[in-house]
């Protein structure tokens, strides 16, 4: 089945350490997106990527930083320079950027 | 203004009510408009999109784009306990770049058996 498959699930930061969370995809989308998302609010953009090796920053952006290597792969790093970094953290993809997106499941990032 | 504006809800309805939930937006280059349904601790999930204006019917649910009044509307008949979630719509221009893709806040849906 294609989709989309975020790992961890949960994850729990120390203080002062970067953490990587995992997005891969086998629909052979094009773009790629990060998305945080608090309790009872809604989507933030962190990053997008319209194409291997292209990304863009988001609305928030600051204390994040990602790659794209490969189509099938956009890793977000959350830096010790993210100081409130507790949310969900969605992946998402489309075909090309402005069509629908599908979401992954999400990764729940903690401090310890 | 903000670019998308949804009814905040919560919203509670009886099982097998018509449910109606509504998104206004301002930005007239939308060509994209979508619907997402979002379970408590899931990835929003693609409900239904359309292209333009227009209706667009799947099951139980119905998507309606009124371009010239900017609205659009999701509705579910005959809802189910199983569609208590949140939902999101979403809209885009083609090809539109991060901040041309923007979603509203989202309405919770709680449907008492």
């Known amino acids: 089945d294609g989709g989309i498959t975020q790992s961890p699930k949960y994850l729990f930061r120390k203080e002062g350490q970067n953490v990587t969370l995992s997005c891969e995809q086998n629909?052979?989308?094009?773009?790629m997106y990060w998305y945080r998302q608090d309790p009872g609010q809604g989507l933030r953009l962190i990053y997008y990527?319209?194409?291997?090796?292209?990304?863009q920053k988001g609305d928030i952006a600051e204390g994040y930083s990602v790659s794209r290597e490969k189509k099938e792969s956009f890793p977000l790093t959350v830096t010790s320079a993210q100081k409130n970094p507790t949310a969900f953290y969605l992946c998402a993809s489309s075909i090309v950027t402005g069509q629908p997106q599908h979401f992954g499941d999400g990764t729940r990032l903690s401090i310890l | 203004q903000k670019e998308v504006e949804q009814d905040p809800g919560p919203l509670s309805v009886p099982e097998g009510a018509i449910v109606s939930l509504n998104c206004t937006y301002s930005?007239?280059?939308?060509?994209?408009f979508m619907w997402y349904r979002q379970y408590s601790r899931k990835g929003p999930e693609l409900l239904m999109y359309?292209?333009?204006?227009g209706n667009k019917e799947d099951g139980r649910f119905t998507a309606q784009v009124d371009k010239s009044s900017k609205y659009i509307s999701l509705f579910i008949r005959d809802s189910q306990p199983s569609d208590s979630a949140t939902y999101l719509c979403?809209?885009?221009?083609?090809?539109?770049?991060?901040?041309?893709?923007?979603f509203g806040p989202g309405t919770r849906l709680s449907v008492l058996p």
């Open positions: 629909l052979n989308h094009d773009a």
């Open positions: 930005n007239s280059a939308f060509q994209y």
């Open positions: 359309t292209y333009s204006s």
């Open positions: 979403a809209m885009s221009a083609v090809r539109g770049y991060g901040q041309n893709f923007v």
């Open positions: 990527s319209q194409i291997v090796n292209d990304f």
